[in-house]
């Protein structure tokens, strides 16, 4: 068989499995529902792993598989591509996916309509890195967002039809300027494939003049509400905190990074993508910095891992941006993908742990503040847990995520530090990462232990589904920054089709003494946050309303900043 007849299995298998589910739910008793809602999910979960694996040495090789839907001629028809970067991004995709799955068995959502409008949206994530075809980068968009809105409503917290109707409504008006750019694009080039575009463009008088350039800034505008960074991501924190905890750590392990990769297809190559780049880089700094400030304003604490994805996501951009900018063919836009992508995977895994061991946590106490929460470490004990898989699981989350050695936020918060040395982005996100340890500080607080507590009833016990999901992702955090030199060889390898020709010393003096830095002045940051004048400061900022009307002011000053800065520098 040769590679290219198993591209499609990523996208394919998924909705095998989904058909399944809901054929079997239509006309099978519940009994034999559950053995088929298992199938369908190891086809669609568990066997594109095994795909992975089989393609993987063709793919390190830099063999790059095309696929074009139907037989049709390159120019007419829907086009896919496999590389390195979709090998990559698949991986974290199902990886991410496989966990949150295994964690909702029990601890819900649970059943065939949660186990099938999963699989369609790992189906799209996974078709929408593939995709070399503008068009249709916008249907995998729209069915990922259409699967996530239903995914968010799926409990019954109060509110979170609301914020899934909020994020349906934001993205939908988006997607409406995405099918103007796309419209932009077409009229201009008269091709809707990546590479014809591309090519187009490089052939015409300034490269297509305005007229291209807003049209792609619009595209980038929309795709960008999927990966929230600032002003984008007003829609992000209520979606994430009120959706059940196996969706949100999908939503924020994978669900706004993907849409960022598979722009990177378009940005890369275009001629006004180099200063798109620039503008968020800067962006993406910023982002990580005033999304942390944010974080320590919370009091609920999903909502403080809501902004945190915000935050990190920020990082990735950063990297990404600059790497665009700068050109990722150069050394120093290897370096910067590299990294991009290695702290996209990284922060997928330790955040997708986060939300599931603070999800079991808080399910436990039955209690979200922070402030209030107190003896959470207790609580999981009287819940049947005498090994305290929870607590350690969030503690291994928490020292990757502050970029504590040896785990894998270490690494791959280091990675980009070494790419951005000197530049102002380098200091934003050092002032992030002393915001981070802040925030962490006082979200663990909710295991600390009062004086002579006593719990009163036993809470409800722990499933041991919660407990491999969560053992599985910690497993890794701790394994991926062990061994991070051959990962990240790897990954360069990937991404760029070479290795990396030095092997950078990540736990060097100068290295340790930054981690220590930012350790010791995040401790004091949190010390500075809980006196009376600061307390009260972020109260207030943690009150500041958001609404539709404002997520879309933001999205229309954002776009405007956007051509503005793409037309001054063109």
């Excluded at 792993?49 to 839907?69: D, E, H, K, Q, W």
């Excluded at 598979?262 to 910023?286: C, H, K, N, T």
């Excluded at 050109?327 to 370096?335: D, T």
Aim: glycine share 8%; hydrophobic share 50%; net charge positive.
């Amino acid at each position: 068989m040769k590679p290219e007849d198993l591209l499609f299995a990523p996208v394919v298998l998924p909705l095998i499995g989904a058909a399944l589910v809901i054929a079997a739910k239509a006309f099978l008793s519940r009994k034999v529902v559950k053995i088929v809602e298992y199938i369908g999910a190891f086809l669609g979960l568990g066997l594109p792993l095994m795909f992975f694996a089989i393609i993987y040495p063709t793919i390190s090789n830099g063999v790059v598989i095309y696929g074009i839907i139907g037989g049709w001629h390159e120019s007419v028809g829907i086009t896919y591509q496999f590389d390195g970067l979709a090998w990559l991004v698949n991986i974290l995709t199902y990886s991410v996916c496989a966990a949150a799955w295994i964690y909702s068995l029990d601890a819900g959502p649970e059943g065939p309509s949660f186990t099938s409008v999963f699989l369609i949206l790992t189906a799209a994530l996974s078709a929408t890195i593939i995709t070399s075809d503008i068009f249709n980068l916008f249907v995998c968009l729209e069915i990922v967002g259409i699967s996530s809105y239903i995914l968010v409503a799926s409990t019954d917290k109060p509110g979170a039809s609301l914020a899934a109707f909020n994020y349906l409504i934001i993205s939908a008006s988006a997607m409406v300027f995405f099918l103007i750019g796309v419209y932009g694009l077409y009229r201009i080039t008269g091709t809707l494939s990546y590479q014809g575009i591309t090519e187009t463009l490089q052939t015409l008088p300034d490269h297509g003049g305005t007229s291209a350039i807003i049209s792609v800034a619009l595209i980038i505008a929309s795709t960008i509400i999927r990966v929230a960074i600032m002003p984008f991501s007003g829609w992000l924190p209520d979606a994430h905190a009120l959706a059940p905890h196996a969706v949100s750590a999908v939503l924020s392990g994978v669900l706004i990074k993907v849409p960022l990769f598979a722009l990177s297809r378009v940005l890369s190559f275009i001629p006004s993508g180099a200063s798109a780049g620039q503008l968020l880089g800067y962006a993406g700094a910023l982002t990580a910095v005033l999304a942390v400030i944010l974080a320590l304003c919370q009091n609920d604490a999903k909502r403080l891992l809501a902004y945190h994805s915000i935050s990190q996501i920020g990082y990735v951009v950063c990297a990404w941006g600059t790497a665009i900018h700068v050109g990722v063919a150069s050394s120093q836009g290897e370096a910067l993908m590299t990294a991009a992508f290695l702290h996209a995977f990284y922060h997928a895994l330790f955040k997708g742990l986060l939300f599931l061991s603070v999800g079991t946590t808080v399910d436990r106490a039955k209690n979200r503040d922070v402030y209030t929460l107190r003896g959470a470490a207790s609580i999981l004990r009287a819940s049947g847990e005498r090994i305290p898989v929870t607590l350690i699981t969030f503690l291994i989350g928490a020292l990757a995520i502050t970029a504590i050695p040896p785990f894998n936020g270490y690494i791959s918060k280091n990675a980009i530090s070494y790419a951005l040395d000197g530049t102002i982005l380098y200091y934003l996100l050092f002032v992030a990462g002393v915001g981070t340890v802040a925030s962490f500080i006082k979200l663990s607080r909710i295991y600390w232990q009062k004086p002579n507590e006593m719990i009163s009833t036993k809470p409800q016990p722990v499933p041991i589904t919660a407990h491999i999901s969560q053992l599985g992702l910690a497993l890794i955090c701790l394994i991926s920054g062990v061994i991070a030199t051959p990962i990240y060889a790897n990954t360069k390898n990937l991404l760029t089709g070479e290795y990396p020709q030095y092997v950078t010393n990540w736990y060097s003096p100068a290295t340790l003494m930054k981690t220590a830095v930012i350790v010791m002045l995040g401790a004091g940051l949190y010390l500075l946050t809980t006196t009376k004048i600061i307390s009260r400061l972020l109260k207030k900022l943690r009150e500041l309303p958001s609404h539709f009307e404002s997520l879309f002011i933001y999205f229309s000053i954002g776009t405007a900043m956007l051509v503005g800065w793409m037309l001054w520098f063109k």
